[in-house]
Antibody, heavy 120, light 108 residues
Framework: QVQLVESGGGVVQPGRSLRLSCAAS????????MHWVRQAPGKGLEWVAV????????YYADSVKGRVTISRDNSKNTLSLQMSSLRAEDTAVYYC?????????????WGQGTLVTVSS | SYVLTQPPSVSVAPGQTARMTCGGD??????VHWYQQKPGQAPVLVVA???GRPSGIPERISGSSSGNTATLSITEVAAGDEADYFC???????????FGGGTKLTVL
């Protein structure tokens, strides 16, 4: 079955950087679009970024554009999110989610998330 | 930017039908997806492409979309259906995923 396991979360000071990873298994990772979606404590879902199956297309939410880079390593079945210049408002649970075979919305499988806390 | 509007809460008695709306400009022309999220858990896709049901989702859950409103319906509501429900579309003008603010379903 599809399994997505996020890692890399933790407490980080404002202005610092953090790299999140997502290990995928149970499906042909290189055939699927992948997303990062976050959820601040007590708030709704906020889409962060998406990457095409081959990494050639990447799109970002306005709130993170220029501070975040999504990438993937299809040889290692791994999705990453490099975050820099972190702010308090980036505090959230970050979910890795499998998309479709083309770049659209819809995520049919989600990881359990990793918590990022930005605080001094 | 494209905005999806959901009522913050919907309450329904057990056994009744819950209807949760998602408003957006000409949303009927988009593919709308719905997610259920229970406390402390990751979201689960319950309706894809307006009305499709992923494997494992009961027939009690259905979706429709027309004009400026998409609707998620749950018949024979039970306590286990209490959750937050989010609608979602792809904003083709900006290549962005857009989520609605979510509706909290309470079973009385």
């Amino acid at each position: 079955q599809v399994q997505l396991v996020e890692s890399g979360g933790g407490v980080v000071q404002p202005g610092r950087s953090l790299r999140l990873s997502c290990a995928a298994s149970g499906f042909t990772f290189s055939s699927y679009v992948m997303h990062w979606v976050r959820q601040a404590p007590g708030k709704g879902l906020e889409w962060v970024a998406v990457i095409s199956y081959d990494g050639s297309k990447k799109y970002y939410a306005d709130s993170v554009k220029g501070r975040v880079t999504i990438s993937r390593d299809n040889s290692k079945n791994t999705l990453s999110l490099q975050m820099s210049s972190l702010r308090a408002e980036d505090t959230a649970v970050y979910y890795c989610a499998r998309g479709s075979v083309v770049v659209t919305a819809m995520q049919d499988s989600w990881g359990q998330g990793t918590l990022v806390t930005v605080s001094s | 930017s494209y905005v999806l509007t959901q009522p913050p809460s919907v309450s329904v008695a057990p056994g009744q039908t819950a209807r949760m709306t998602c408003g957006g400009d000409n949303i009927g022309g988009d593919s709308v997806h719905w997610y259920q999220q229970k406390p402390g858990q990751a979201p689960v896709l319950v309706v894809a492409d307006d009305s499709g049901r992923p494997s494992g989702i009961p027939e009690r859950i259905s979706g429709s979309s027309s004009g400026n409103t998409a609707t998620l319906s749950i018949t024979e509501v039970a306590a286990g259906d209490e959750a937050d429900y989010f609608c979602q579309v792809w904003d083709t003008s900006r290549d962005h995923v857009v989520f609605g603010g979510g509706t909290k379903l309470t079973v009385l």
